[in-house]
């Protein structure tokens, strides 16, 4: 079982729509929960952080912790060309080495 | 743009030579975090440095070595490389050191490639 499991996709949603992109984790003991954006050839851009159960919204997008189920998720409303992307989940474990880690990311394709 | 800068941004080199990546981190930022990048997949953790001493190792060989200067800048070395190593490497700071909630941006990646 890998730590932290993400769907690669491709997810596709028209212009407009609510794109759902989903995250489980295997350390019951995690914290911190981050969603990053990574454009094609560029690097991992912070979206939004998630520290306690239920949602977090910014904006268009919305970030949702279940500790019990041990799931994260992140909802982007209005979804529009440019959020085509991969979106890769982070999830900071139990223990105190700084270390992020992430899901193999789902790639989202927004079509006009 | 968060800050973090990263150099070279592309580098070229033949199996068994040895790779030094850079990284300037964010100000007001004491750590710095590396990962490995291999393409389709996620940032995998090599290692954090926290106030010059290393803070955690993910699952990488001694042949991959950091350090990090009192500025907060830190390097990342690689000896003896393999084809295997071509990959993108990403740095990342941030400014709670050993703190749970601690947040990490990340700079523009050094994309190695392997001969």
């Known amino acids: 079982q890998k730590e932290v ?82 979106y890769l989940c982070a999830v900071h474990g139990s223990s105190n080495t700084g270390k992020l880690i992430f899901g193999q990311g789902t790639t989202l394709q927004v079509k006009p | 743009e968060t800050g973090v800068t990263q150099s070279p941004t592309h580098l070229i080199k033949t199996r068994g030579q040895q790779v030094t990546l850079r990284c300037s981190s964010q100000s007001g930022h004491n750590t710095v975090s590396w990962y490995q990048q291999a393409l389709g997949q996620g940032p995998q953790f090599i290692f954090q440095y926290y106030r010059e001493e290393e803070n955690g190792r993910g699952n990488f060989p001694p042949r991959f070595s950091g350090l990090q200067f009192p500025n907060y800048s830190s390097e990342l070395n690689v000896n003896a490389l393999e084809l295997d190593d071509s990959a993108l490497y990403l740095c990342a700071s941030s400014s709670q050191g050993l703190a749970v909630q601690e947040t990490q941006y990340f700079g523009p990646g050094t994309r190695l490639l392997v001969l």
């Open chain 1, 5 to 86: 499991e993400q769907n690669s996709g491709p997810l596709s949603v028209p212009e407009g729509a609510i794109a759902s992109l989903n995250c489980t984790y295997s350390d019951r003991g995690s914290q911190s929960f981050f969603w990053y954006r990574q454009y094609s050839g560029k690097s991992p851009e912070l979206i939004m952080s998630i520290y306690s159960n239920g949602d977090k919204e910014d904006g268009r997008f919305t970030a949702q912790l279940n500790k019990a189920s041990q799931y994260v998720s992140l909802l982007i409303r209005d979804s529009q060309p440019s959020d085509s992307a991969t």
